[in-house]
């Protein structure tokens, strides 16, 4: 079965660093996620994208954060300078269809630690 | 705004007992509503969603979740525990319009015991 596939599993950085988490969504979809969960509190939302660019992107998600599609498979987040608060887990998703009723199939995520 | 509330931060079961997690609504517009579980360092893996088709909706692992308006729930249940069932289960609420974003309710940790 199909699966969205994430690297690395855990990255440790120094405060200030840049930070590149990749993910590789289900291969037809179409629609793509980021997400954040920091320990013991709930999913968050940071940002979607469709057609090569960012259709909605939450309060969270400032300057300091960007999302590329390089290539036909990847689907990076990057976080230019990074802060203590940025320590998350960061959930990739990838739906295929527009409506609002599709399932978004989700990654093993990414663990980020920021020293 | 559209949201989820997840009444009880955890909820401990015996195993063989019903499994009953909380959801409440708040919507303006008809919700489209998903139940995810997560197990211990892993991602989160849909249960159930519910998008208008029927009340009743049935998913994986035996568990079902029922819509009802007049009290805005979606709350999860299942007939009989496993111990494997031991996870943090998620309601989350699909945004109309955008990019379909989820919002997620705070999680309910279910502990099965012996």
């Known amino acids: 079965e199909p699966e969205v596939t994430q690297t690395p599993s855990h990255q440790v950085t120094q405060m200030g660093q840049e930070v590149i988490l990749r993910c590789v969504p289900i291969?037809?979809?179409?629609?793509f996620y980021w997400y954040r969960q920091i320990l013991g509190q709930k999913v968050e939302f940071l940002v979607s994208f469709y057609n090569n660019e960012i259709s909605e992107k939450s309060e969270i998600f400032d300057d300091q954060f960007s999302v590329e599609r390089p290539d036909g498979s990847n689907f990076t987040l990057k976080i230019r300078s990074t802060k203590l608060e940025d320590s998350a887990m960061y959930f990739c998703?990838?739906?295929?269809?527009?409506?609002?009723?599709?399932?978004?199939?989700f990654g093993p995520g990414t663990r980020l630690t920021v020293l | 705004a559209q949201s989820v509330t997840q009444l009880g931060s955890h909820v401990s079961v015996s195993e063989g007992a019903l499994v009953l997690l909380r959801c409440n609504y708040s919507?303006?517009?008809?919700?489209?509503l998903f139940w995810y579980v997560q197990y211990p360092n892993q991602g989160l893996q849909l249960l159930l969603k519910?998008?208008?088709?029927?009340?009743l909706v049935k998913g994986i692992n035996g568990f079902e979740a029922e819509f009802k308006k007049s009290e805005t729930s979606f709350h999860l249940t299942k007939p009989s525990a496993h111990m494997s069932d031991a996870a943090e289960y998620f309601c989350a609420v699909s945004t109309t319009g955008g990019g379909n974003k989820l919002t997620f309710g705070t999680g309910t940790q279910l502990k099965v015991e012996l």
């Open positions: 919507s303006s517009v008809p919700p489209y």
């Open positions: 998703a990838s739906k295929s269809d527009r409506g609002s009723t599709d399932t978004q199939y």
């Open positions: 519910y998008t208008s088709a029927a009340t």
């Open positions: 291969s037809n979809h179409l629609y």
